[in-house]
């Protein structure tokens, strides 16, 4: 079984930093993509941030500027440092992973974490 476990969210004043991490575990062989989507209360989840086994990012334009998504693979590590935050950047944070081949499977399943609360004061 595929886990991604989510971590580093918490409280910060707004012009702050958090770094967030997600790590998938569970026999992988490979991972397609990763990426990050947040939820605020009373809306839709929506994808902040995203990055390929190549390196390919895609931000949010929301966040272009102050959020870096990055990746090691050899760990199958995903990190979300995120800088200049907004109270309006509070949200749940929600790691996926697409494509994701299990050693010995056939085929690829996509997962998702449990999510990481930030909340961000004015």
């Known amino acids: 079984q595929v886990q991604l476990v989510e971590s580093g969210g918490g409280l910060v004043q707004a012009g702050g930093s958090l770094r967030l991490s997600c790590v998938a575990s569970?026999?992988?062989?490979?991972?397609?993509?990763m990426g990050w989507s947040r939820q605020a209360p009373g809306k839709q989840r929506e994808l902040v941030a995203r990055i390929s086994s190549t390196g390919t990012t895609y931000y949010a334009d929301s966040i272009k500027g102050r959020f870096t998504i990055s990746r090691d693979g050899a760990s199958n590590t995903m990190y979300l440092q995120m800088n200049s935050l907004k109270p309006e950047d509070t949200a749940v944070y929600y790691c996926?992973?697409?494509?994701?081949?299990?050693?010995?499977?056939?085929?690829?399943?996509?997962?998702w974490g449990q999510g990481t609360q930030v909340t961000v004061s004015s």
């Open positions: 569970g026999s992988i062989a490979s991972i397609n993509r």
């Open positions: 996926n992973a697409e494509g994701v081949l299990r050693l010995g499977a056939m085929r690829t399943s996509d997962y």
